[in-house]
């Protein structure tokens, strides 16, 4: 879990990786092995490809909620906020792997 000092950043955050059989416009292709920091450096830009992996993250935000978010490798992404810490983590770890755009909208995911 990391902590940040910068107002605009997230207070708390966890990430993990998350499989999916879609293109997230595109996915994160291998992913599974690094860390996203260590994916950011290795692939900056992704051809577009089908199925790979996503991007889950946890995160407080400066008003108070609490997001949980995932994302693929450009700018396709689904959240959704919720009021407790609590209750956002237990969504955060339940996120069901792999994952589809449908899986996420029935637990009231919406796009980012």
Request: charged letters at 35%; glycine letters at 6%; a positive charge.
């Amino acid at each position: 879990m990391k902590r940040s000092g910068r107002k605009d950043e997230p207070r708390e955050s966890m990430e993990k990786w998350l499989q999916t059989p879609e293109d997230w416009a595109p996915s994160f292709p291998e992913a599974k092995h690094l860390s996203p920091e260590e994916w950011r450096a290795k692939y900056p830009r992704t051809p577009r490809d089908r199925g790979g992996f996503l991007l889950a993250r946890f995160s407080q935000l400066s008003n108070g909620q609490w997001r949980v978010s995932v994302w693929g490798a450009d700018d396709m992404g689904m959240e959704r906020d919720q009021p407790s810490r609590m209750e956002a983590l237990e969504l955060f770890k339940r996120l069901p792997n792999p994952v589809t755009r449908d899986a996420l909208e029935k637990l009231g995911f919406v796009p980012a």
